[in-house]
């Protein structure tokens, strides 16, 4: 696949997975891998909670890829507005019936999304990891453009499921993870860790492929240095990334 067919079967396997997603998000369902495993996960959520709100207040939020809302709501309450984009009416559609507040959305693909306004906050959960890194450098590019000049940038994502093989064994265990050095096997996907690609089945039955990068915090704290991006990149104990900073040219020293 190019990266063009490879990102609109992204979209088209998000629009299909909308009305399961949140399956993954409550533990629920195919998801629900015991009391512990969602006691732990609940947990690690709050650690981002809290460090989104340490970042308070976050102003006029743009919010990228928002999916079926689970932090837009989350932002609504700790911004002036919220403008969310995301590519699927079904998950923005979910995500509507969540939300009360100053939010907005527009419907639109995240890599053809031009600004027609500055930001004070960026904000983009489990989306870093579906960008191409060809396309890498052109997304930071992106949400720099979409700053004012004193904004920030706050991301949440997935982190290496073998973070949790090494520090959790037993939610690895859990977690219906099967890694090697090629491929990361889960439930209902298979990602080849070569390729960046992985292959997902959807709430209706079918499988798309989508791209997915585990990033290392380490790896990707200094890949943002060099685009000059003054960023730190946290984990919480083994699900989660996150990271929040600024353009290094707009940081006050």
Request: aromatic share 12%.
């Amino acid at each position: 696949m190019s990266d063009d067919e490879l990102l609109e079967s992204q979209i088209a396997y998000y629009r299909a997975h909308a009305p399961r997603y949140d399956d993954w998000w409550f533990r629920e369902g195919r998801h629900d891998l015991g009391d512990a495993y969602r006691d732990s996960w609940n947990a690690q959520i709050q650690t981002l909670r809290a460090a989104l709100t340490e970042q308070a207040p976050l102003g006029n939020v743009l919010e990228l890829a928002g999916g079926t809302g689970n932090w837009t709501r989350e932002l609504a309450n700790l911004a002036d507005s919220v403008t969310v984009v995301d590519a699927s009416p079904e998950a923005v559609a979910i995500a509507r019936a969540k939300v009360v507040g100053n939010v907005s959305w527009l419907d639109d693909d995240i890599f053809s999304f031009r600004p027609t306004q500055h930001y004070d906050t960026v904000f983009f959960g489990f989306w870093l990891s579906h960008v191409p890194p060809e396309r890498f450098q052109s997304f930071w590019q992106l949400v720099r453009d979409c700053l004012e000049a004193d904004g920030r940038a706050f991301f949440i994502d997935n982190a290496d499921p073998r973070l949790a093989k090494t520090v959790a064994p037993e939610q690895f265990g859990a977690g219906m993870w099967d890694v090697d050095e090629a491929r990361v096997r889960g439930i209902d996907s298979v990602t080849d860790l070569r390729t960046g690609v992985a292959t997902r089945t959807a709430a209706d039955g079918r499988s798309y492929d989508l791209v997915k990068v585990w990033w290392e915090p380490d790896e990707l704290q200094s890949r943002l240095a060099a685009l000059g991006w003054k960023v730190e990149v946290r984990t919480t104990e083994w699900a989660f990334i996150y990271g929040f900073g600024s353009p290094a040219d707009r940081t006050s020293t």
